[in-house]
């Protein structure tokens, strides 16, 4: 069964900062990859996904992710932080056989001052 | 922008009871699902329906639990006799159509808390 791992439940990051929030995977044969965000009091958002293609992927908000297969890995990256993108950010996967998300447990990025 | 609505934000029951959560879903969208959130832990895959009945479901939905569209637009998730092991944050979502890929839209959630 597909797994998600995010090793880090919190990330302190000062404003301005570039940040990476980590993700991997359990390996598939064909393997769907989405970064969501919580903000306070919200419900989940998507900020970019990869189905197929390019592996580099761009999102909502400055964010982009990468695939990469070898390392089974999909991390998120921000070259420049504000304070307002504090919030929870959940890694989730599907494969080909679901159509449901299998999610990590969420890195609370805070953006400090 | 149209957004999935979930319905109380925070619900608190007494063990034994039942409590029904309540989602709409955005208006075009056909495939629904409703997930979970223990505190501290993963957000969990509950459910998924489509076309009136249930296209999948996890270990966790058991006979305690069950879904329903009762109408054109509401989508309920009824728990009978709760567990205190039951808390956690549920959250609804919902996808113009099942596909892989394809983006899932997700409510706020409803905060249960069973004591």
């Known amino acids: 069964a597909q797994s998600v791992t995010q090793l880090d439940s919190q990330v302190p990051v000062f404003e301005e900062a570039p940040v990476e929030l980590r993700c991997n995977y359990s390996s598939s044969v064909s393997v769907y990859l989405f970064w969501y965000v919580q903000y306070p009091n919200q419900g989940l958002q998507l900020l970019l996904k990869?189905?197929?293609?390019?592996?580099l992927v761009k999102g909502i908000n400055g964010f982009e992710a990468e695939f990469n297969k070898s390392q089974t890995s999909f991390h998120l990256r921000k070259p420049s932080v504000h304070i307002s993108d504090t919030a929870e950010y959940f890694c989730a996967v599907s494969d080909s056989g679901t159509y449901k998300y299998i999610f990590g447990t969420g890195t609370r990025l805070k953006v400090l001052a | 922008e149209p957004e999935v609505t979930q319905t109380p934000s925070h619900q608190v029951t007494q063990m034994g009871q039942e409590v029904i959560l309540r989602c709409v879903p955005i208006s075009n969208h056909l495939y629904f699902y409703w997930y979970r959130q223990i505190l501290g832990q993963k957000v969990e895959f509950l459910v998924s329906?489509?076309?009136?009945?249930?296209?999948?479901k996890s270990e966790i939905f058991d006979d305690q639990f069950s879904v329903e569209r009762p109408d054109g637009s509401n989508f309920t998730l009824k728990i009978r006799s709760t567990k205190l092991e039951d808390s956690a944050m549920y959250f609804c979502a919902s996808s113009e159509r099942p596909s892989v890929g394809t983006e899932a839209f997700f409510g706020q959630g409803t905060r249960l808390t069973v004591v």
């Open positions: 990869y189905l197929s293609g390019s592996t």
């Open positions: 329906f489509y076309n009136n009945e249930i296209s999948e």
